[in-house]
């Protein structure tokens, strides 16, 4: 969980900041109907964490390695030991 949340926190922490802060300005007021400038902050915090979600995939994408010249091995268990899975080269 915590290596999902470190790699897409660029995407998530617009969206908690918002949040908070709706639920902060929130207490003071009776009833919970958005304005239309909050909609618009909504939507723009919406939008640029989509954005961001997309960046943080490509760059996965592009600067992870890449090893298709080799074989999946699975996670077995030897020697009292448990032996992560990788992949082996050809």
């Known amino acids: 969980m915590l290596k999902i949340l470190l790699k897409f926190w660029p995407a998530i922490t617009p ?8 639920a902060l300005s929130r207490k003071k007021k009776e009833t919970p109907k958005l304005s239309e400038k909050e909609a618009a902050l909504w ?44 992949v082996e080269n050809k």
Request: hydrophobic share 50%.
């Open 15 to 22: 969206i908690v900041l918002f949040g908070l802060w709706y």
């Open 43 to 86: 939507r723009w915090t919406l939008l640029f964490s989509i954005v961001a979600a997309f960046c943080c995939l490509l760059w996965i994408a592009l600067a992870t390695e890449k090893n298709v010249n080799g074989e999946y091995v699975p996670p077995s268990y030897q020697g009292g030991k448990i032996i992560p899975g990788h």
